[in-house]
């Protein structure tokens, strides 16, 4: 199937040289044909550089090439909401990279407009798509580490000087961007949590700089969670349970699990299984759901993605954080 890229930035360039890595390795699934960027001569050095026969300075006109199959959305958080509906208006089925919207309102809007006009809508939170996540499940359901109570998770980044990251006009902060893994990590181990809690330390701009957050759930579960845009953290994640424990490397593509026993004794390992970079699996998700005529994908449903959001939009509201397009498009 041919892919329009609608963007031209940095995550944009993750998902071309993963989809050229996919024709190399002989995934023929899914063919690199368009870009779409506020600027032709942007657009056309990005399909220059990945071998793309297609480039477009606007993106309605790369959405009205009816050789595009479908579309991944690599633009800022801000921009999700409209894109989404432009996508789904010329009914092009889409991936859009997370955090999908700004918050669950937008979401919850733009699902329904899809579903309304038949057009596959899907999240592009890799973690939820890669094989990692289901040996996760395996070693917790196998009860090696009992019963698990208490998850960590962290994840930062020094990112501040990336303007995307500072600017309430993009929807910026830790939050949007990489205290998602985190809230993804620990309701994909303990599901959805019955309370949440969070405090953070804020930029000059406003955003929120660190993230520190706790869900509990009703029968005693608890996580603790930290996000960061102005820290390199180690990425760990852990499942602490009555008679040992894991540990996962890199809750943002994991790599390795590490099963310790009750007197922390490591048992286990489970390495990553080989992949391109990590985005493959939602690529070749998306494809297989629009060859099946369905509107969401099973790893990431939309009742999920509505959730996240409802999530996040309750830290903010503890954090006190409100972003100016919330207003444009109330």
């Known amino acids: 199937?041919?892919?329009?890229?609608?963007?031209?930035?940095?995550?944009?360039?993750?998902?071309?040289?993963?989809?050229?890595?996919?024709?190399?390795?002989g995934h023929g699934e899914v063919e690199l044909y368009a870009?779409?960027?506020?600027?032709?001569?942007?657009a056309r050095d990005f399909a220059r550089q990945y071998g793309m026969p297609c480039a477009f300075g606007s993106y309605e006109a790369m959405l009205r090439d009816p050789a595009v199959d479908f579309v991944y959305i690599a633009t800022p958080h801000s921009h999700h909401y409209r894109h989404i509906k432009l996508c789904v208006d010329h009914g092009k089925?889409?991936?859009?990279?997370?955090?999908?919207?700004?918050?669950?309102?937008?979401?919850?809007?733009?699902?329904?407009?899809?579903?309304?006009?038949?057009?596959?809508?899907?999240?592009?939170?890799?973690?939820?798509?890669?094989p990692m996540r289901r040996m996760l499940d395996e070693v917790l359901q196998s009860g090696v580490i009992g019963r698990p109570q208490l998850l960590t998770a962290n994840l930062g980044y020094a990112m501040t000087q990336n303007r995307r990251i500072v600017d309430p006009a993009l929807a910026g902060g830790a939050l949007l961007d990489v205290g998602v893994y985190t809230l993804n990590f620990a309701e994909?181990?303990?599901?959805?949590?019955?309370?949440?809690?969070?405090?953070?330390?804020?930029h000059e701009t406003g955003v929120d700089l660190t993230d520190s957050i706790t869900l509990?759930?009703?029968?005693?579960?608890?996580?603790?969670?930290?996000?960061?845009?102005?820290?390199?953290?180690?990425?760990?994640?852990?499942?602490?349970?009555?008679?040992?424990?894991?540990?996962?490397?890199n809750i943002n593509n994991p790599q390795k699990i590490t099963v310790f026993d009750g007197h922390n004794r490591p048992v286990r390992e489970l390495p990553c299984p080989p992949?391109?970079?990590?985005?493959?699996?939602?690529?070749l998700e998306t494809v297989r759901c629009l060859e099946q005529g369905l509107v969401e994908c099973p790893s990431m449903p939309h009742a999920e993605t509505v959730h996240m959001m409802e999530v996040?939009?309750?830290?903010?509201?503890q954090m006190g954080i409100v972003y100016p397009c919330e207003a444009v498009d109330a």
């Open 35 to 42: 870009v779409a960027a506020r600027e032709e001569d942007r």
């Open 216 to 249: 509990t759930w009703a029968d005693g579960r608890a996580a603790h969670l930290t996000a960061a845009a102005n820290a390199v953290t180690d990425r760990y994640g852990a499942v602490y349970g009555t008679d040992g424990y894991l540990l996962v490397e």
């Open 93 to 130: 089925p889409v991936l859009c990279e997370k955090a999908f919207t700004v918050n669950a309102r937008q979401a919850d809007d733009v699902l329904r407009r899809a579903r309304a006009r038949g057009v596959l809508v899907t999240e592009a939170i890799w973690t939820r798509y890669q």
């Open 275 to 283: 992949q391109l970079t990590g985005y493959e699996y939602e690529l």
């Open 188 to 202: 994909m181990v303990f599901g959805r949590a019955d309370g949440v809690q969070g405090l953070c330390t804020k």
């Open 1 to 25: 199937m041919k892919l329009g890229i609608l963007g031209a930035g940095f995550i944009a360039h993750v998902m071309a040289d993963t989809v050229r890595r996919m024709q190399t390795a």
């Open 312 to 317: 996040m939009d309750h830290l903010r509201a």
